[in-house]
């Protein structure tokens, strides 16, 4: 299985603050079609995941534009350019090159400084 | 807009057969662009992908290679639904279930139940 790996653990972010969550895959998620096979998605308590982001970089339908995502291979990232109150989360990510063998990286905690 | 309802028990006894439901409205589990998935969520083992149920002109399944002698996924189509049935559970299963749908074709989910815990205790 590709194995996913996130960092920092956690963050804490002032509101408006910049806050930037790493992921990397242990073998490249891009595919021949010059497509990574990458997504991103936010937890909140008690709620399923949410995808926000899918092929590395394109938001999902209705998430605000201060979620990007970048990165390529096997390094990717995902910024949230003014945290709000609403974005406090567990963020993971998630690689599906190896479709349906998908893996999940153990998640970024983000909270309000 | 996909919806999925998930239903079943919390508890389960060691040994015996851990069954969950996910009813799908918004779509078709016969759908030959979509595929039905069950993931778990624990502490330990973090998200896991189970196994997925999809039709192609026939019905297909994929299993986890660590639940794969255990799981069972099958499609009702009668019903526009699909179960998990995990048997022979030990306190390693405990963990909260969701189904979800493989979302544009590819591998990202783009729709989820609403998760159901399920304990395996005595």
């Known amino acids: 299985d590709i194995v996913m790996t996130q960092s920092p653990d956690s963050l804490a972010v002032s509101l408006g603050e910049r806050a930037t969550i790493n992921c990397k895959s242990s073998?490249?998620?891009?595919?021949?079609?010059?497509?990574?096979?990458l997504a991103w998605y936010q937890q909140k308590a008690g709620q399923p995941p949410k995808v926000l982001i899918y092929?590395?970089?394109t938001r999902e339908s209705g998430v605000p534009d201060r979620f990007s995502g970048s990165g390529s291979g096997t390094d990717f990232t995902l910024t949230i350019s003014s945290l709000q109150a609403e974005d406090v989360a567990v963020y993971y990510c998630?690689?599906?090159?190896?479709?349906?063998?998908?893996?999940f990286g153990p998640g970024t905690r983000v909270d309000v400084k | 807009q996909v919806q999925l309802q998930q239903s079943g028990p919390g508890l389960v006894k060691p040994s015996q057969t851990l069954s969950l439901t996910c009813a799908i409205s918004?779509?078709?589990?016969?759908?030959?662009?979509?595929?039905w998935n069950w993931i778990r969520q624990s502490p330990s083992r973090g998200l896991e992908w189970l196994g997925r149920?999809?039709?192609?002109?026939?019905?297909?399944?994929d299993y986890a290679l660590s639940v794969r002698s255990r799981l069972t996924i099958i499609p009702d189509a009668s019903k526009n639904q699909f179960s998990l049935q995990l048997s022979s559970v030990t306190p390693e299963d405990t963990a909260v279930y969701y189904c979800?749908?493989?979302?544009?074709?590819?591998?990202?989910?783009?729709?989820w139940g609403q998760g159901t815990l399920v304990i395996v205790s005595s």
């Open positions: 979800a749908k493989f979302g544009g074709g590819s591998g990202w989910l783009d729709s």
């Open positions: 918004g779509d078709s589990v016969s759908s030959n662009t979509a595929a």
């Open positions: 149920t999809y039709y192609r002109s026939k019905w297909y399944n």
């Open positions: 073998q490249s998620v891009l595919y021949t079609d010059n497509k990574n096979y």
């Open positions: 092929w590395a970089s």
């Open positions: 998630q690689q599906y090159i190896d479709t349906p063998r998908i893996t």
